[in-house]
Nanobody, 124 residues
């Protein structure tokens, strides 16, 4: 079955960086659009970044544009989220998601598989 396993979360000071990784298995990875989402306490899950199956096209939420970079390695079935210039408001559980279409999406309901999440805490 399909599995998505996130790693790389942790505690970091404001202005610092983290790199999240998501290992995918059980799917033809290059055929799936991938996304990163996050959910802070008491808030709805929100789109952070997305990448198409080939990795050619990427999309970002306005709140992270210029600070975060999504990438993927189809040979390794991995997707990454490089997060720089972190802010306290970036604190959340970050989720990796896979969509059984080449294109990515910012809508949570359009994703078919989800990881368990990894906690990112940014101290101010």
């Amino acid at each position: 079955q399909v599995q998505l396993v996130e790693s790389g979360g942790g505690l970091v000071q404001a202005g610092g960086s983290l790199r999240l990784s998501c290992a995918a298995s059980g799917l033809t990875f290059s055929r799936y659009g991938m996304g990163w989402f996050r959910q802070a306490p008491g808030k709805e899950r929100e789109f952070v970044a997305g990448i198409t199956g080939s990795g050619i096209s990427t999309y970002y939420a306005d709140s992270v544009k210029g600070r975060f970079t999504i990438s993927r390695d189809n040979a390794k079935n991995m997707v990454y989220l490089q997060m720089n210039s972190l802010k306290a408001e970036d604190t959340a559980v970050y989720y990796c998601a896979a969509r059984s279409q080449y294109r990515t999406s910012s809508i949570t309901s359009q994703y078919d598989y989800w990881g368990q999440g990894t906690q990112v805490t940014v101290s101010s």
